[in-house]
Structure formats: C-alpha cells, structure tokens
C-alpha cells in the first residue's frame, strides 16, 4: 500500500502560479511511475502530467509549455510546477502511483481554483 498525500493547491489569479507536491509514504516511491490528474466538477478526470521512474515526462496539450512535473526519489515527492494558470485550470488534482498495470494508488486530492 503507498499512501499519498497532496498539498500546495489554493486560490490564485489567472496568470499566477502554483506548486503541487505529493508526498509518497512508501519506501518503494522510486519504482512507481507518478502523475497528476485534474476533475473539474461535471468532467470526467484527466491526466495533466506524468512522470516515469526514468524522469521521462508526459502533458496533456492543455497545460504544455505551462505546467512542469518533477520528482525527487530522496524525499519521495512528486512535484507539479503550474505556471500562467487559466481559469479553466480550475478542478481537484490528484496523484497517483503506478506502473505497467496502471494507476493503482491514488491521493484525495488537492483544490485548484483560478479566478479570471
């Protein structure tokens, strides 16, 4: 079991920027592939970003360019650097954990809203 626990969201203007972490109680956090998702109310949840073991990045074309994701295996921490938010960057973003068979641990979510 890898329990996750994100923080770092809140209330910004369009045009700022936030920082997402997600801190991994599990001592095996290096052998997970990480990602963010987003779940704007009414919308099915989405990948923003993911991460592999290896640091090889992946974005949805929404936030490319934008938002940044980063781990740090020391401190078994994912990151999600969010940079010129659009109000439509507004949802609940999670973390997940997972592999070859998909995302399997999940975090409850930490709120993001941008206000125009």
């Known amino acids: 079991q890898v329990q996750l626990v994100e923080s770092g969201g809140g209330s910004v203007q369009a045009g700022g920027s936030l920082r997402l972490s997600c801190a991994a109680a599990?001592?095996?956090?290096?052998?997970?592939?990480m990602a963010w998702y987003r779940q704007a109310p009414g919308k099915q949840r989405e990948l923003v970003a993911s991460i592999t073991t290896s640091s090889s990045t992946n974005y949805a074309d929404s936030v490319k360019g934008r938002f940044t994701i980063s781990r740090d295996n020391t401190r078994n921490t994912v990151y999600l650097q969010m940079n010129s938010l659009k109000p439509e960057d507004t949802a609940r973003y999670y973390c997940?954990?997972?592999?070859?068979?998909?995302?399997?641990?999940w975090g409850q979510g930490t709120q993001v809203t941008v206000s125009s």
């Open positions: 599990a001592d095996t956090f290096g052998i997970y592939d």
């Open positions: 997940t954990a997972g592999g070859w068979a998909g995302w399997r641990y």
